[in-house]
Nanobody, 115 residues
Framework: QVQLVESGGGLVEPGGSLRLSCAAS????????MHWYRQGPGKQRELIAN???????YYDDSVKGRFTVSRDDVKNTMYLQMNSLKPEDTAVYYC?????????WGQGAQVPVSS
């Protein structure tokens, strides 16, 4: 069974930093394109970053230059380093991948950005 388990969420002040983790079981992350999504209060879920199997990453303009996605192939874990956080980054953050025909989601990590 393929599972993604997120950790690292929590309250952070504007301008602060936080790192989210997405640990995988049942698949080797390095073989798949992995995604980070977020869903803010009253908003639709949106794609903010990808990391492809070759390690190339993609970022939405809203997070480009502030967020960095990475992967540890030994730990089979993906990370999202979030710097210079803004109140509008407040959201539940999800990791995701498409495994064969199965759309696999993590349970979500809450990130409130507030003073």
């Amino acid at each position: 069974q393929v599972q993604l388990v997120e950790s690292g969420g929590g309250l952070v002040e504007p301008g602060g930093s936080l790192r989210l983790s997405c640990a995988a079981s049942g698949i080797m992350l390095k073989a798949y394109t992995m995604h980070w999504y977020r869903q803010g209060p009253g908003k639709q879920r949106e794609l903010i970053a990808n990391i492809f199997s070759d390690g190339v990453s993609y970022y939405d303009d809203s997070v480009k230059g502030r967020f960095t996605v990475s992967r540890d192939d030994v730990k089979n874990t993906m990370y999202l380093q979030m710097n210079s956080l803004k109140p509008e980054d407040t959201a539940v953050y999800y990791c995701n991948t498409l495994y064969k025909t199965q759309n696999v989601w993590g349970q979500g990590a809450q990130v409130p950005v507030s003073s």
